[in-house]
C-alpha cells in the first residue's frame, strides 16, 4: 500500500543553476543537494524533494510544497528568510489572520513565498 511509503516532493525549475542557488544558498540547504540523472536531490528532514528542469516551471498557481516547522522553531526560521531577502505572500481566505505576512489559523501559523521560478512554497508551524 502507498500509505507504507515517503513521498516527497517534485519541484519544476527553468534554470536548474539559478534555482539550486536559491535553495542553496537563500534557504540554506547548502551540502544538501545529490545531483541525479533528473536533477538535484534534496534531503530535508525525515524526507525530501527533487528539483528538475521542466518547461511548465512556475505554472502551479497552488502551494507546491511544505516546509514544517515545530512551533518553537518557527520565529526563527521566518526572521532567517527574511534576513535571506524572502518576501512573504498573502491571500484572502476565511480563517486566516494576518500580521507582516504571517497567518495565524486555528492550530498554527504559515508563511507563502516563491522560489525564482514562481513556485510557491509554505513554511508551517506544527503544535507539539
Known amino acids: 500500500m502507498l500509505s507504507t511509503y515517503t513521498p516527497i516532493a517534485t519541484v519544476p525549475t527553468a534554470d536548474l543553476g539559478r534555482a539550486r542557488t536559491f535553495y542553496e544558498q537563500t534557504l540554506g540547504l547548502a551540502g544538501a543537494g545529490q545531483d541525479v540523472a533528473e536533477g538535484v536531490r534534496y534531503t530535508c528532514g525525515a ?12 505554472t502551479n498557481q497552488a502551494t507546491t510544497m511544505t516546509f514544517l516547522v515545530d512551533d518553537g ?6 526572521a532567517r528568510l527574511r534576513d535571506a531577502g524572502i518576501t512573504f505572500d498573502t491571500f484572502e481566505m476565511e480563517g486566516l489572520d494576518w500580521v507582516e505576512g504571517v497567518a495565524t489559523m486555528d492550530g498554527g501559523r504559515s508563511v507563502w513565498f516563491r522560489d525564482p521560478d514562481g513556485n510557491i512554497l509554505n513554511l508551517a508551524s506544527m503544535e507539539g
Open 47 to 58: 524526507s525530501g524533494f527533487l528539483l528538475y528542469q521542466s518547461q511548465y516551471a512556475g
Open 73 to 78: 522553531g518557527f520565529d526563527a526560521e521566518v
